[in-house]
DNA sequence: TACCACCACTCCTCAGACAAGTAGAGAAGC
DNA sequence: GCTTCTCTACTTGTCTGAGGAGTGGTGGTA
């Protein structure tokens, strides 16, 4: 559907210098022409170029210093996050949430402490207040999933599911805005059925629920 | 010991500007005040701001809009996969991997290709061989596994694997030479079980395969 | 040889100007 | 009363010109 939305020059500009840099026109450590070559060589103004170096800077892949000029630091960058989900399916982060969630619910079951029921709970009452605003919702939305994973008490899986929701935020409130329906009340009981299956300990049931609920989800915008 | 080194006034502000987001200043979704007001405030020139502002649009925390402003998008730098995976569990790592690929293993099943089976009985092979380096077979092994998750056909789950199993290599390889035994017949014959149940398109088969050998290894960790 | 002033080059910072995008207020037309 | 258009205020985006400040080399001097 090509969005209208056009990018910043500066963003384009950092994006051609990574390009550039991965592409091995410089080395690990070797440095960049100064920006007043740099400019015009990308056709853009010197504070932009500055920025984008920035940019750049801030993912670790550059490092300026004063006097001397700019330096590579890295080549990997560790894949955006962002640029991988412009380009991924909804129906795919959907996917990778079943992954991640079920195997944190059963997880949760046998592991959840006092403590990550009374988060847990609270979290789904929050949730439950929440029924007007769409970007209100799928923040308490969030919580309630984030803190089953919490609770499920394996770092990885946590880091691995604060790695990509934070940037679905945006997506996840248009998608909710666009369908204006059955959104609550079903939704919220099959919450409280996964929130009772890990009370019960129940690790069978706690995945089962997790899966049925976020396979609805999928299924609904496939 | 305090180096004298100087640090530019747009890293200082972008310190000082995260230090706000992460005390809550600034809620996630926030707008944050625009530059002509955070400048004076800051007591640095508007492109100073700026160029802090694409550093920490740069990691993460920030997104800019033109005519709208500048947004709090993460309250925090995500962490460095290394520091996660240092303080982490083996155990954790496997039960992430888990999560990871036997959803994989059941979308493999629904949409490998041809060309992904023939990959898929190449890596296959290649592992099958590689009986005596240990670095050798970890490396195989991996491929194998990954080969899985690229049959999957989603970026996502693909970007999950390789974002924290390259970095498990030299970790893997300590483990299995730290108990040279029974690793090589039973474990090829479950990888080619689990082949056979991508290739019939046995969802649940896929699924079962990989949960089960992973679990195992799990279990021998523990 | 050892020291020092100088210089060319770099990034750093600021100010000002204008372009471009957005949202909302208010007028105009139905 | 409702819709639609236009205008305005505010935002970030971009460019330019001007100096400041740090670094390393050059060449002169004792």
Redesign the interface.
């Known amino acids: 559907m090509a969005q209208v939305r056009r990018t910043?020059l500066?963003d384009q500009a950092?994006d051609l210098l990574l390009d550039r840099i991965r592409s091995g026109e410089w080395a690990l450590g070797a440095k960049l022409p100064g920006e007043t070559t740099l400019a015009p060589q990308l056709g853009v103004g010197r504070?932009t170029v500055?920025?984008?170096i920035?940019?750049?800077?801030?993912?670790g892949v550059l490092t300026?210093r004063?006097g001397l000029g700019v330096f590579v630091t890295a080549l990997d960058v560790?894949?955006?996050?962002?640029a991988?989900?412009r380009?991924?399916d909804i129906v795919?982060?959907i996917?990778?949430r079943?992954?991640?969630e079920?195997?944190?619910a059963a997880?949760a079951a046998e592991r959840r402490t006092p403590g990550d029921l009374r988060a847990l709970r609270q979290a789904l009452a929050v949730r439950d207040r929440q029924r007007g605003e769409a970007?209100a919702l799928i923040?308490a939305d969030t919580a309630f999933h984030r803190s089953i994973v919490i609770a499920a008490h394996?770092?990885?899986?946590a880091?691995?599911f604060?790695?990509?929701t934070?940037?679905l935020?945006q997506a996840m409130i248009d998608v909710l805005r666009m369908r204006r329906d059955h959104t609550t009340d079903a939704d919220q009981e099959a919450h409280a059925r996964l929130v009772q299956a890990i009370a019960d300990r129940d690790t069978e049931g706690a995945a089962q629920q997790s899966r049925s609920h976020l396979q609805t989800m999928k299924n609904a915008l496939a």
């Not at 920035?54 to 993912?59: I, V, Y």
């Not at 560790?78 to 962002?82: F, I, N, Q, R, V």
């Not at 394996?154 to 899986?157: M, S």
């Open positions: 910043p500066a950092a504070s500055r920025e984008a920035r940019q750049l800077a801030g993912r300026t004063q560790p894949e955006e996050w962002d991988v989900l380009r991924a795919a982060v996917e990778a079943i992954a991640i079920t195997e944190a997880l970007a923040d394996n770092p990885i899986l880091e691995l604060d790695g990509f934070p940037r935020r």
